[in-house]
C-alpha cells in the first residue's frame, strides 16, 4: 500500500505539468493539420507564450518530467522507424557519403562554435541536428549535454532554427536539383542526406516523383539510424569532460534511452511486430516528442531567445550549408554527378 500511495502521489504530482504539454502539443497538431507548417515549430511557439506557467510550483515538476522523460521515450521509439535491409538497399556509395557528411557536419559545428565563440556544446548540438534528423536529434543530443545555465535556451534555438531551415529547404532543394540536372533517384539521395527533418524530407522527395521520394526517406531514414553512434559518441566526450569545473552536471556514460533505441532497431529488422502495432508505437513517438518540446517551450522565455545574438544562427546557416556541398561532392565523388 505504501508504495500504491507514492504512486498517486507522484502521479498528481506530474499531472498538472504534463497536462499543459499535452494541451500545447494537441493545438501544435490541429495548427499543423489545418496549416501545413511543422508541428515541433507550433508546439514551440505555443509553449513559449504560456511560458507563465513552468514558474508555477503545480506545474513545474510535470513540465520537467515531459521535457525529460517523456522526450526520451519518444527518441527511443524512433528506432521503430528503421530497419536494416532499408539501410542495405542503399548501397555502399550512398551509405559512405551519408555517413561521412554526418560526421564532418558535426565536427564542422564543434570547430565553426569556437571560430564564432561559442560554446562546444552548443556546436556538438547544432552540428548533430543539423547532420541526422533536425528537431528529434536536437532534443537527444540535449539530452546527453551537460546541464548548464543555457542549456534549455540553446536547445530551443536549435530547434527553432534547424526547423525553419528544413522548411525553407524543402522549397528550395527541388528546385536545385532541378537546375542541376538530377534525375529522381539522385535528387532523392540529395534531399534525403541534406534537409533536417523527416516530414520536410517527404514533402521535397514527393514533390518530384515517387522514385525521388522514397529514396530520399530511405536515405533519411539511414540518418536517423545514424543518430545512435553519434549521440553515443557525443555523450562520451562530455562524460569525460570535467563537467564540474564549469558548474554543470555530467551526462551519463550510456544513456537508457539509446541502448532502447538499438533494441527496437533490431526488433523492427525481425519483421516479428505487426504492422499496426509499429504504427502505432510511431504516433506514440511523434507524440511524445511534440509533447516535449511543447514542455521544452513553456521553459523558454521571447527575452532569453532575444539574447542569443546572431552567431547561433550564422552557426546553424553554415552547417548547413557544409553539408550540403559535402553531400555534392559525395555524389561526385562516385559519378552520380
Known amino acids: 500500500m505504501p508504495t500504491i500511495d507514492r504512486i498517486v502521489a507522484r502521479v498528481r504530482e506530474l499531472a498538472p505539468g504534463i497536462i499543459i504539454a499535452g494541451l500545447v502539443a494537441l493545438a501544435a497538431s490541429w495548427l499543423s493539420e489545418h496549416?501545413?507548417?511543422p508541428v515541433?515549430?507550433?508546439?514551440?511557439?505555443?509553449?513559449?507564450a504560456v511560458n507563465f506557467l513552468s514558474a508555477d510550483a503545480r506545474c513545474k515538476p510535470?513540465?520537467?518530467?515531459?521535457?525529460?522523460?517523456?522526450?526520451?521515450?519518444?527518441?527511443a521509439l524512433l528506432g521503430l522507424r528503421i530497419t536494416f535491409d532499408q539501410v542495405q538497399s542503399l548501397g555502399f556509395g550512398v551509405l559512405a557519403i551519408t555517413a561521412v557528411a554526418v560526421a564532418l557536419t558535426i565536427a564542422s559545428g564543434w570547430v565553426l562554435s569556437r571560430s564564432l565563440k561559442l560554446e562546444s556544446s552548443f556546436g556538438a548540438l547544432t552540428g548533430g541536428a543539423v547532420a541526422i534528423c533536425g528537431a528529434s536529434a536536437a532534443l537527444a543530443i540535449a539530452s546527453v549535454l551537460p546541464r548548464g545555465p543555457a542549456h534549455?535556451?540553446?536547445t530551443v534555438m536549435t530547434v527553432v532554427s534547424v526547423t525553419a531551415l528544413s522548411t525553407?529547404?524543402?522549397?528550395l532543394y527541388p528546385l536545385v536539383t532541378a537546375a542541376l540536372g538530377f534525375d529522381p533517384h539522385t535528387a532523392g539521395i540529395f534531399l534525403g542526406a541534406t534537409i533536417h527533418d523527416v516530414a520536410?524530407?517527404?514533402g521535397a522527395g514527393y514533390t518530384i516523383s515517387d522514385d525521388a521520394g522514397d529514396t530520399a526517406t530511405i536515405v533519411k531514414l539511414f540518418r536517423v539510424a545514424l543518430l545512435l553512434p553519434a549521440v553515443f559518441a557525443i555523450a562520451f566526450l562530455f562524460h569525460t569532460?570535467?563537467?564540474?569545473?564549469?558548474?554543470?552536471?555530467?551526462?551519463p556514460l550510456l544513456p537508457f534511452f539509446l541502448v532502447a533505441f538499438a533494441v527496437l532497431v533490431a526488433i523492427n529488422s525481425t519483421g516479428w511486430v505487426p504492422p499496426s502495432v509499429n504504427a502505432g508505437l510511431q504516433e506514440t513517438s511523434r507524440w511524445c516528442l511534440v509533447t516535449a518540446i511543447a514542455a521544452l517551450g513553456t521553459k523558454t522565455s521571447l527575452g532569453d531567445l532575444a539574447r542569443v545574438g546572431w552567431r547561433p544562427i550564422a552557426l546553424v546557416l553554415l552547417e548547413t550549408l557544409v553539408v550540403a556541398l559535402l553531400v555534392l561532392g559525395g555524389l561526385f565523388a562516385i559519378g552520380r554527378i
Open 35 to 37: 496549416y501545413g507548417a
Open 62 to 75: 510535470g513540465i520537467e518530467f515531459a521535457s525529460r522523460t517523456i522526450l526520451r521515450i519518444g527518441v
Open 40 to 48: 515541433m515549430l507550433f508546439a514551440l511557439l505555443l509553449g513559449i
Open 200 to 202: 520536410q524530407v517527404v
Open 168 to 171: 525553407i529547404a524543402m522549397i
Open 241 to 251: 569532460r570535467h563537467a564540474a569545473g564549469e558548474g554543470r552536471t555530467r551526462p
Open 152 to 154: 534549455e535556451r540553446d
